[in-house]
T-cell receptor
């Protein structure tokens, strides 16, 4: 069965520090991968999505970046965090095979920038 | 442009009472529609989805949703709410390609 792992679960980082969040998927090949951010009391904002190794599409201009060095690995990064980067970050993968259309989400990373 | 509206930011129901969470969407074609549930500090779990066919869709945990094209709605229902249903619920529409648009969510509170 397919599983998705996301870590760390919580992170407290000072302003200006770098960021690296990692997400890996097991049990499937060539998944579509996504990073979402969820701010307090708000819905999900799509940050990046990837349809293959090295292919990254950015939805929102920001000081974050994403990379997909391997088929089932998706990394969210920042060189210098801002206070506004605080939030709940969710990784997800999706399949579009037949009616198997839907997202499977990781358990999320709570990022607090101080 | 595609959009999803969940008009209720939060809803409180008594345990054992029925529940209906509203969702309206804007999309040019027949959409893929979803409901997800999120417990505090957790990721989202798929409750049910609609692609085509029967407009009444059954999901996990006793939830169902009905697609009404004329009203552009996909409301989530449950006949009897349990305290464990307290969570945030997100309606979403598959916007074509690889994107899904999520509503802002409705937080459900269940009182004893």
């Amino acid at each position: 069965s397919q599983t998705i792992h996301q870590w760390p679960a919580t992170l407290v980082q000072p302003v200006g520090s770098p960021l690296s969040l990692e997400c890996t998927v097991e049990g499937t090949s060539n998944p579509n991968l996504y990073w979402y951010r969820q701010a307090a009391g708000r819905g999900l904002q799509l940050l990046f999505y990837s349809v293959g190794i090295g292919q990254i599409s950015s939805e929102v201009p920001q000081n974050l970046s994403a990379s997909r060095p391997q088929d089932r690995q998706f990394i969210l990064s920042s060189k210098k965090l801002l206070l506004s980067d605080s939030g709940f970050y969710l990784c997800a993968w999706s399949s579009f095979v037949g009616t198997d259309y839907g997202y499977t989400f990781g358990s999320g990373t709570r990022l607090t920038v101080v | 442009a595609q959009s999803v509206t969940q008009p209720d930011i939060h809803i409180t129901v008594s345990e054992g009472a029925s529940l209906e969470l509203r969702c309206n969407y804007s999309y040019g074609a027949t959409p893929y529609l979803f409901w997800y549930v999120q417990s505090p500090g957790q990721g989202l779990q798929l409750l049910l989805k609609y692609f085509s066919g029967d407009t009444l869709v059954q999901g996990i945990k006793g939830f169902e949703a009905e697609f009404k094209r004329s009203q552009s709605s996909f409301n989530l229902r449950k006949p009897s709410v349990h305290w464990s249903d307290a969570a945030e619920y997100f309606c979403a529409v598959g916007a074509g390609g690889f994107k899904t648009i999520f509503g802002a969510g409705t937080r459900l509170f269940v009182k004893a």
